[in-house]
Structure formats: C-alpha cells, structure tokens
C-alpha cells in the first residue's frame, strides 16, 4: 500500500509506545484486582 493509504486506513486506536503499553498493563491489573475483590465480595471465591 503507499503511504498514504496506511495512513488513511489507521483506525485511531493506540499507537504502540512504550508509555501506552505500561499504562495499557497498569489499568489491566488494576481492572483485573477489582474484579477480584468484587468476586470476594460476593462470596463467588
């Protein structure tokens, strides 16, 4: 494809940096911590 056809197909979505990919895996854990704590909560584990 030329080049400006990659760029008109770019979705928008994360662009692949160092620092999104930390924050991607800091929300992750965070997200998957408060669903166990809310599994506890519930008496599920």
């Keep these: ?3 400006i ?3 008109r ?4 979505g994360p662009s692949g940096s160092g620092h999104d ?3 991607e895996h800091a929300i992750g854990w965070a997200l998957a911590i408060a669903m166990a704590m809310f ?3 519930l008496g599920l584990f």
């Design 1 to 3: 494809m030329t080049d």
């Design 5 to 7: 056809a990659v760029r």
């Design 9 to 12: 197909a770019r979705t928008g």
């Design 21 to 23: 990919k930390l924050m």
């Design 39 to 41: 599994a506890v909560q």
